[in-house]
C-alpha cells in the first residue's frame, strides 16, 4: 500500500493526527457509548474488507490463522476501550478524557517491558516525565478554584480514564504482535479488518450486557450517523492503517510515545469546534507533550530501527543455528 512509503515514526504520527478528532466527533454524535462504538466499527468494516481484498489481489500473504484470531481478541479490548471511554468524555469532557486514556504510553511501555522483554529506550525513559508533566496541564489538573474544570463527575471520570489506557495499551500490544509480520508485501489492512470486526462483536455483546443499546432515546437521525460515518472513516480507516503500517517497524514504547500526539489534537479541536476554552497552563502542557515527543523520537535507541534489530537478531541465531550444525557433521 501507498503507506508503506512513509517513514514509520511518521506515519504513526500521522495516524495519531487523524484519531485526534475522535473524541470530538464521539461527542458530536451524542448516542449512546454502545450505539458509537457499533457505528464507528460497523460503518469502517466493509472499506477495510474492501482494502485487504485489494491487498491479497496484489500479492500479500494470508493472515496465519493464529494472527487473525490475535487481531480479532486485540478488537474486544478495542470495543471495550471505546465504550469506556465515552463514559469518560460524558464525565469529564472531550479534552481531558481523551488526555487521561493516553496515559497508556506508560502502560505500554511497562506491559512491553515485563511481556515482550523490550526495555524502553533512553530517549522514551528521559521524555516521558516532561509527557506527563505535560498530559497533567492539557488535562486542567494545575488549574486550582474548579474554573476551568468541566464535566459531570470528574473523580468518576478519571477512574474511567485509567480504565480507557489500561484497555487501550492491552488493544495496541495485542494489535502489534498479530502485525508483526513485516516484510515486503505483508498485509496491513487485512489486520485491522480483523480487529475491527473482533470490535463490532463486542460492541453488540457489551452493549446488549449493559443494556446500552438505547435507540428510542437515540434515535439514529442523519445528524448523528453522519458524525459517525467521519469517526470510522478518519479514526477507524485512515488513522489506524497509519498507525497499523508503522507498527512492525518501531518498538512498542514508541509507538505510545507518538500516540501522544492525539490528545494535543483534541484540545485543539476541542477548543475550535467545541468551544472548549483551554487555560494557560494547558497550553503550555500541549507545547510539553509535543515536546516529549519529538524528544522520544530523535534519539535511536542502541542498536537502531527496531525492525532492523529483529531481522539481525533473526540473521545471528540462524548463522549461529548453521555453525552448530555444521560443527556436528561429520
Known amino acids: 500500500m501507498p503507506t508503506r512509503t512513509l517513514p514509520a515514526a511518521g506515519a504513526a504520527a ?3 493526527a487523524c484519531i485526534s478528532s475522535s473524541a470530538v466527533l464521539m461527542r458530536l454524535a ?8 457499533l457505528g464507528r466499527c460497523v460503518i469502517a468494516l466493509p472499506v477495510l474488507g474492501a482494502l485487504a481484498l485489494l491487498e491479497r489481489r496484489r500479492g500479500a500473504p494470508p493472515m496465519p490463522s493464529r494472527r487473525r484470531w490475535l487481531a480479532r481478541l486485540a478488537g474486544v479490548f478495542l470495543a ?48 516521558s516525565p ?53 516484510g515486503h508485501g505483508a498485509a496491513v489492512a487485512a489486520p485491522l479488518f480483523e480487529a475491527t470486526a473482533g470490535a463490532t462483536a463486542g460492541s453488540v455483546v ?16 442523519w445528524p448523528t450517523v453522519g458524525w459517525l460515518a467521519l469517526l470510522a472513516l478518519t479514526s477507524q480507516v485512515v488513522g489506524w492503517l497509519l498507525i497499523t503500517v508503522s507498527m512492525p517497524r518501531l518498538a512498542a514504547g514508541m509507538i505510545g510515545a507518538l500516540l501522544l500526539i492525539q490528545p494535543a489534537g483534541s484540545v485543539a479541536l476541542s477548543y475550535v469546534i467545541l468551544g472548549e476554552r483551554p487555560s494557560a497552563p494547558q497550553l ?8 516529549g515527543v519529538v524528544v522520544a523520537v530523535s534519539v535511536r535507541p542502541p542498536g537502531g530501527d527496531y525492525s532492523r534489530r529483529r531481522t539481525r537478531i533473526i540473521r545471528q541465531a540462524s548463522a549461529a543455528s548453521t555453525g552448530r550444525s555444521a560443527s556436528k557433521s561429520p
Open 14 to 16: 500521522a495516524g495519531a
Open 30 to 37: 451524542a448516542t449512546s457509548p454502545s450505539i458509537t462504538a
Open 80 to 127: 471495550a476501550d471505546l465504550i469506556v471511554w465515552s463514559h469518560a468524555i460524558a464525565a469529564i469532557g472531550a479534552g481531558l478524557g481523551t488526555v487521561v486514556g493516553n496515559l497508556e504510553v506508560l502502560v505500554i511501555a511497562l506491559l512491553a517491558w515485563l511481556v515482550l522483554g523490550e526495555r524502553p529506550g533512553r530517549s522514551l525513559v528521559l521524555a
Open 130 to 182: 516532561v509527557m506527563l508533566a505535560g498530559l497533567a496541564l492539557v488535562g486542567g489538573l494545575a488549574d486550582t478554584g474548579g474554573s476551568h474544570a468541566y464535566g459531570a463527575d470528574p473523580t468518576l471520570g478519571v477512574l474511567y480514564g485509567a480504565g480507557v489506557a489500561l484497555l487501550y495499551a492491552v488493544y495496541i500490544l495485542m494489535l502489534r504482535q498479530a502485525t508483526s509480520a513485516s
Open 206 to 221: 457489551l452493549g446488549f450486557a449493559l443494556h446500552d443499546f438505547r435507540f428510542a432515546a437515540y434515535p439514529l437521525t
Open 284 to 291: 503550555l502542557g500541549v507545547v510539553l507533550v509535543l515536546t
